[in-house]
Nanobody, 117 residues
Framework: QVQLVESGGGLVQPGGSLRLSCAAS????????MGWYRQAPGKQRELVAI???????TYVDSVKGRFTISRDNAKNTVYLQMNSLKPEDTAVYYC???????????WGRGTQVTVSP
């Protein structure tokens, strides 16, 4: 079994920063891509950022220039540095990894990020 545990969410004022972490553990053959998604109330889950095994990154347009995704392969951990947060960034943030030659996907349970005065 593979487990993902997110941390670092919370309440922050507009313009503030948070750093999310997601550690993967268990029977992991190899990790291909690692990513962060979010789901706001009443909306579909959307991709925020992904990072490949060769450290290529992709961001949704709304977070470009404010969020940075990174990974530590030795720790099987992915990070999301979020700066200049806006109220519209409020959502539950989920991490996900794609592993092995069969590209199996695993998801964390999510961490709440609330941006409010």
């Amino acid at each position: 079994q593979v487990q993902l545990v997110e941390s670092g969410g919370g309440l922050v004022q507009p313009g503030g920063s948070l750093r999310l972490s997601c550690a993967a553990s268990g029977r992991i053959f190899s990790i291909n891509t690692m990513g962060w998604y979010r789901q706001a109330p009443g909306k579909q889950r959307e991709l925020v950022a992904i990072i490949s095994s060769i450290v290529q990154t992709t961001y949704v347009d709304s977070v470009k220039g404010r969020f940075t995704i990174s990974r530590d392969n030795a720790k099987n951990t992915v990070y999301l540095q979020m700066n200049s947060l806006k109220p519209e960034d409020t959502a539950v943030y989920y991490c996900s990894i794609r592993t092995g030659p069969r590209n199996l996907d695993y998801w964390g349970r999510g961490t709440q990020v609330t941006v409010s005065p």
